[in-house]
């Protein structure tokens, strides 16, 4: 099983930034699409913005403008800039593939988003 260690949470103000970061243990990590997952407060996982082996991204409607995807295959980092926080962003962000496969889910990190 892949080991994903998810940091860079934190509580901030409405209009802050976080900058996430995730960490893989697969050596295959350029081979996948992976994408950030956000589970809010009795919500679903959903996908929040994915990203191609080539750096081609697609972005949640929610997330457009203000966040950006980004990888660096040689250090098996992914990365998550997110700007203009909103409350609604609030929750346990989470990396993983897109589509989801079998690597297991990591401990997530929290964000916060105070109005």
């Known amino acids: 099983q892949v080991q994903l260690v998810e940091s860079g949470g934190g509580k901030v103000q409405a209009g802050g930034s976080l900058s996430l970061s995730c960490a893989a243990s697969?050596?295959?990590?350029?081979?996948?699409?992976l994408g950030w997952y956000r589970q809010g407060p009795g919500e679903q996982r959903e996908l929040v913005a994915a990203i191609n082996g080539i750096g081609g991204a697609i972005y949640a409607e929610s997330g457009k403008g203000r966040f950006t995807i980004s990888r660096d295959n040689a250090q098996r980092t992914l990365y998550l800039q997110m700007n203009s926080l909103k409350p609604e962003d609030t929750g346990v962000y989470y990396c993983?593939?897109?589509?989801?496969?079998?690597w297991g889910w990591g401990q997530g990190t929290q964000v916060t988003v105070a109005s």
């Open positions: 697969t050596s295959d990590f350029g081979v996948y699409t």
């Open positions: 993983n593939t897109y589509p989801v496969t079998d």
